[in-house]
T-cell receptor, first 113, second 112 residues
Framework: SQQGEEDPQALSIQEGENATMNCSYKTSINNLQWYRQNSGRGLVHLILIRSNEREKHSGRLRVTLDTSKKSSSLLITASRAADTASYFCATAALNTGFQKLVFGTGTRLLVSP | EAQVTQNPRYLITVTGKKLTVTCSQNMNHEYMSWYRQDPGLGLRQIYYSMNVEVTDKGDVPEGYKVSRKEKRNFPLILESPSPNQTSLYFC???????????FGNGTRLTVT
């Protein structure tokens, strides 16, 4: 069952602009994670936010979590061409735990120089 | 270097010919998992393992087998591959608990 759904499916911006991606999910969660994937390669973990947290920062990344709306957003500030990748949210549901981390379908980000 | 290693990177095979995709991690992680990635469907979990000799089904286990005889290895076995198993496969591992997943670089499988 698909838990997370990202929006938009694709996003095209210029270097220096901010990129915002959204993720919606369906059930109560333990935590929500964001991953990045470069063109067919393995996913790389970016940031984890727990259900009792509302916002988290890591470098140019800012993640928010709204458990009442079952949604999260990933903001990448001052984007660079190297940020071009697909971004996935993944949720660990309360009833299944971390062992069944469920991924969304991803947002493809293209950052043009 | 901490890593998850999958082999082979690319594999083309024919329907019905048994194959194994290997996965090995050097981080002493208890938890390992297999995912397949298909366009428009994201990553879907096939099987996972909480520790040696402990495995369980994910969302799409049909047509796959796994084993966990050693902590570091978690091979994915396709006893009789079919064309609908053509996909990009990822192995991942993490420490037991709440830590993030570490992914391998993937195996692109084509079944003709």
């Amino acid at each position: 069952s698909q838990q997370g759904e990202e929006d938009p499916q694709a996003l095209s911006i210029q270097e220096g602009e901010n990129a915002t991606m959204n993720c919606s999910y369906k059930t109560s969660i333990n935590n929500l994670q964001w991953y990045r994937q470069n063109s067919g390669r393995g996913l790389v973990h970016l940031i984890l936010i727990r259900s009792n947290e509302r916002e988290k920062h890591s470098g140019r990344l800012r993640v928010t979590l709204d458990t009442s709306k079952k949604s999260s957003s990933l903001l990448i500030t001052a984007s660079r061409a190297a940020d071009t990748a697909s971004y996935f949210c993944a949720t660990a549901a309360l009833n299944t735990g971390f062992q069944k981390l469920v991924f969304g379908t991803g947002t493809r980000l293209l950052v043009s120089p | 270097e901490a890593q998850v290693t999958q082999n082979p990177r690319y594999l083309i095979t024919v329907t019905g010919k048994k194959l194994t995709v290997t996965c090995s991690q050097n981080m002493n992680h208890e938890y390992m998992s297999w995912y397949r990635q298909d366009p428009g469907l994201g990553l879907r979990q096939i099987y996972y393992s909480m520790n040696v000799e402990v495995t369980d089904k994910g969302d799409v286990p049909e047509g796959y087998k796994v084993s966990r005889k050693e902590k570091r290895n978690f091979p994915l076995i396709l006893e009789s591959p079919s064309p609908n198993q053509t996909s990009l496969y990822f192995c991942a591992s993490s420490q037991q608990g709440r830590s993030p997943l570490h992914f391998g670089n993937g195996t692109r499988l084509t079944v003709t």
